[in-house]
């Protein structure tokens, strides 16, 4: 009986949530339903753009939502509020569909900032001008977001079991069922589990709550259940992530004392263990400010102050590294965090056991200066690129009358410069905006526009004819009338598993693989071991060299290859085709296809 208490009450859990953000839970469903056509059909054109979209007015309103519940009341606010949320998803799409020219990774990166920003401003409204602070509200969220993502992994676990047990004893499943079950977790039931687990904050006005050293008082038993940790999370944090942090800072402060000199600054693993140890320390401490333990206080009183030399250390190694490779968008985002973490650090220094509501304004502050123009990540880091990349080809006399005159005396740095520099700009997708590289956009042909490979020396192996073909899935291939269906794979390698199979009609027929000749020929003999027909797998390379499209899916009747005499015939349907030659090596060659054999 208590069991079905207990589910009565989360499926009335959840028909709320459903109420309180029908709109965001309405583009939840419309994701599903858009991925389950995509992963159906195997068509994911313009599948990002309206996700992306889906995903900024489901978050919008996740936002307005809480400014609603807590600072205004009224139908006509909460209608306009809803209105909004959809407006935002049509304009996003918008934008991305007609007035940008082509949708790169550059604006999924501005999107992912963006639903960023609205995330942390969810987690920061219910601090405004209320007693529950930053860091309990970071708390609530903590501890959905895991209570979700272990009951989302179980439940996918147990599915894709049951999926297994039928597809192996009833019938066969296929395996775009596991892409679908997976689709409907994360964007139905993930997200209506995650915001049922979300309470309803106190509006603005209430300011009826006491906080000492961790405690919580005169709160609803829903609020006080959602922001106070478990004795178990309690203990996680207090006895194993704290001094987990503190062994894991000992460390990279001896590593930063005994290395300091010499190449310390430049040292590729300098930044991204400094970025994570601070992303740790700022998490931590933010949960550590829910928990009344001592060792918690303990935390918040010393990490603050080592976390500020460290943050600084990550910053100036960062700024040092920009003279080697420039500002890239990552690298500007490294730093910004630097500049936020640092400010985090001093304040939790200041005031150890304030409510750390201001973090959040100044970690929304920062990020929207990231994507927004003038001084945003993109356009800071593509003027300084192609800046760089300007001076060197000037220096080197390669930029003329706007065209690049290929040099290869060049020495080693400005080498790395001009590779570095091209390789994020087309990363980026700007090569086509910069006039004086359009002649390299139309080939990408690098050794070509600027005189030396990008691989290294001239002289090193690399590619020189590739080409790629695969049969559609699901292609109907007629097999009546052959006494003999094999799949198999043939490799240009004597070292590599050969097919060698044999099968009964009259007598015993062997088919086999000699690979003796590059990638050899397909033999069929008899059981005296009388040559009965040969094929030579060569041909089939043969029949693709000087096409146009070097990869791309094949016509079934180009994927049909045929050898017959009057003892029998020999039938190959290939599946896949690859090819790739280097200068100086061996090629690579590999066929996976169907054989058919017939004995006449």
């Known amino acids: 009986m208590k069991n079905i208490n207990k589910l009565i009450i989360t499926l009335r859990d959840f028909t709320s949530t459903i109420i309180r953000f029908h709109i965001s839970i309405l583009f939840f469903f419309l994701s599903a339903i858009l991925t389950a056509y995509n992963i159906s059909k195997g068509d994911f054109e313009n599948y990002v753009e309206l996700l992306l979209a889906f995903m900024v007015g489901a978050t919008v309103f996740l936002v307005l939502q809480l400014i609603y519940e807590h600072f205004m009341q009224g139908t006509s606010i909460h209608l306009i509020f809803c209105g909004s949320a959809i407006l935002a998803a049509i304009i996003y799409y918008l934008l991305v569909r007609f007035a940008v020219k082509e949708f790169s990774s550059e604006h999924v990166i501005r999107t992912i900032v963006l639903l960023f920003v609205l995330f942390i401003t969810f987690m920061w409204i219910p601090a405004i001008k209320s007693k529950i602070g930053f860091s309990e509200s970071f708390m609530a969220v903590f501890k959905s977001f895991f209570t979700v993502f272990f009951y989302s992994g179980v439940l996918f676990l147990g599915i894709s079991l049951i999926l297994v047990a039928i597809d192996m004893l009833i019938v066969n499943v296929d395996y775009k069922v596991y892409s679908q079950a997976g689709n409907l977790i994360v964007f139905i039931y993930a997200p209506i589990h995650f915001l ?51 062994i894991y800072t000992i460390i990279l402060l001896l590593y930063i004392v005994l290395n300091i000199t010499g190449d310390f600054w430049k040292d590729n693993l300098m930044e991204p263990l400094l970025v ?46 920009i003279g080697e490779l420039g500002i890239t968008s990552g690298r500007y985002y490294v730093i910004l965090f630097g500049i936020f973490a640092t400010i985090s650090a001093i304040l939790f220094s200041i005031r150890p056991n304030h409510k750390n509501n201001i973090i959040a304004p100044i970690l929304i502050v920062l990020s929207l200066i990231s994507i927004f123009p003038p001084v945003d990540a993109f356009r800071v880091s593509k003027a300084n690129q192609i800046d760089r990349l300007t001076q060197v080809l000037e220096e080197n006399e390669m930029l003329r009358d706007g065209k690049i005159i290929p040099n290869n005396n060049l020495s080693e740095k400005d080498k790395q410069i001009i590779i570095s520099s091209v390789r994020y700009l087309r990363s980026m997708n700007h090569i086509k905006d910069i006039s004086w590289l359009k002649s390299y956009s139309m080939n990408y042909d690098f050794e070509k526009t600027f005189g030396f490979s990008q691989y290294g020396s001239v002289t090193e192996p690399r590619v020189t004819i590739a080409y790629h073909y695969n049969l559609p899935k699901m292609t109907t291939i007629d097999i009546s009338g052959y006494d003999f269906f094999v799949e198999a794979e043939f490799f240009g390698d004597n070292n590599a598993d050969h097919l060698n199979i044999s099968f009964v009609k009259d007598k015993t027929y062997t088919l086999y693989h000699e690979a003796e000749n590059d990638i050899g020929d397909l033999v069929l003999k008899d059981e005296e071991g009388n040559e009965l027909i040969r094929y030579s797998l060569g041909d089939i390379f043969e029949s693709f060299k000087g096409k146009e499209d070097t990869f791309g899916e094949l016509a079934l009747e180009d994927a049909q290859f045929m050898a017959e005499n009057n003892n029998g015939l020999i039938y190959i349907v290939t599946r896949a085709i690859n090819y790739e030659e280097w200068n100086e090596e061996k090629p690579y060659q590999n066929i996976n296809a169907y054989v058919m054999v017939k004995i006449k």
């Open 196 to 246: 049922s687990l979300i309470p309803i904050y106190p509006p603005a006005s209430n300011r009826g709550r006491i906080r000492n050293n961790g405690e919580v008082n005169d709160l609803s038993q829903e609020l006080r259940k959602a922001i106070e940790p478990s004795k178990f999370l309690g203990g996680l944090i207090s006895y194993i992530a704290i001094p987990i942090t503190a």
């Open 276 to 321: 994570t140890y601070s992303i740790i320390v700022i998490i931590v401490y933010l949960l550590a400010s829910v928990i009344p333990s001592k060792i918690a206080r303990s935390f918040r009183k010393i990490f603050p102050k080592v976390l500020i030399p460290v943050v600084l250390f990550q910053t100036l190694s960062s700024i040092l590294k």
